[in-house]
């Protein structure tokens, strides 16, 4: 199975209850279950979206605006999700979150990138842009720009929706 990073938008009470769930388990079970049409899975997308960002030259407030939505970073303490034998993110880095301010920001910047305009800034050829993109770009069924593309759509509109509904967000790789 291929690890991928997934995002949840979550009321700041869910976390607290999971969190007491895992305090009054004997195993340490959080009962996470975020409904699935509040999870989103980015797939490797990460990589890719960062880089055709540093290809096209965005601007650095607006880089850090889409390194944040992917990389989280907030101290919201998330280890009672990270417990085996009921581990959400076994692999790659840690869980982090971003609190609902975080959230705000970070969708109100997304919500000013215009991401096909990044896109037109690459070579017109695909090969030619998955060879520059890298990290496996070449081997996207469809080619690198309409995978690129979707996910960041989806990626923004996860973080419109979670600040229009006051939500946090959490991050990790399963």
Known sequence: ??????????????????HQSADASPDGDPLWDPPSADVLDLDWAP??????????????????????????????????????????????????????AQVARVAELLGQIDFPALLAALPTEEA????????????????????VLGHFNALR???????QRQLLIVLWWD
């Open 47 to 100: 990589f890719l979206l960062e880089r055709v960002c540093e290809l096209a030259g965005l601007d650095d407030v607006h880089r850090n605006a889409l390194r944040q939505a992917l990389d989280g970073g907030t101290a919201i303490d998330l280890t009672f999700l990270n417990t085996h034998p009921h581990a959400i993110a076994p692999f790659g880095p840690g869980l982090t979150a971003l609190s609902v």
């Open 157 to 163: 509109k996860f973080y419109r929706v979670a600040s």
């Open 1 to 18: 199975m291929a690890v991928t990073q997934q995002l949840a938008r979550i009321p700041a009470e869910y976390l607290a209850s999971c």
């Open 128 to 147: 030619e842009a998955a060879s520059l993109i890298g990290n496996g770009a070449d081997k996207i069924v469809g080619g690198p720009k309409k995978y």
